[in-house]
Nanobody, 122 residues
Framework: QVQLVESGGGLVQAGGSLRLSCAAS????????MGWFRQAPGKEREFVAA????????YYADSVKGRFTISRDNAKNTVYLQMNSLKPDDTAVYLC???????????????WGQGTQVTVSS
């Protein structure tokens, strides 16, 4: 059974930083493309960032490019999202997703975590 558990969310002031983690189990982690998505109240779930199994390819939404960095540690079965220069518009539930052939597309992912809340105050 695949499990994805996110952590690291919280309340931060605009301009601050947070680092999200997603611990995975039950899958061949090093072979799985991993992604981060976010969903704000009343809005669609949107792509944030993704990383290939070996970590040699990364993908970012235009809205976070240059501010967020996705990385992974295959020895720890964990993917990270370093978020810098946070803005109030970044406020959302952030969800980890695993195993997709189309890294930037929500419906391409087979497995999802429960999410972690990120709130950015102005």
């Amino acid at each position: 059974q695949v499990q994805l558990v996110e952590s690291g969310g919280g309340l931060v002031q605009a301009g601050g930083s947070l680092r999200l983690s997603c611990a995975a189990s039950g899958l061949t982690f090093s072979a799985a493309t991993m992604g981060w998505f976010r969903q704000a109240p009343g809005k669609e779930r949107e792509f944030v960032a993704a990383i290939s199994g070996r970590g040699n390819r990364t993908y970012y939404a235009d809205s976070v490019k240059g501010r967020f960095t996705i990385s992974r540690d295959n020895a720890k079965n964990t993917v990270y999202l370093q978020m810098n220069s946070l803005k109030p518009d970044d406020t959302a539930v952030y969800l980890c997703a695993a195993d997709s052939f189309i890294p930037t597309v929500r419906n391409g992912y087979q497995y999802w975590g429960q999410g972690t809340q990120v709130t950015v105050s102005s």
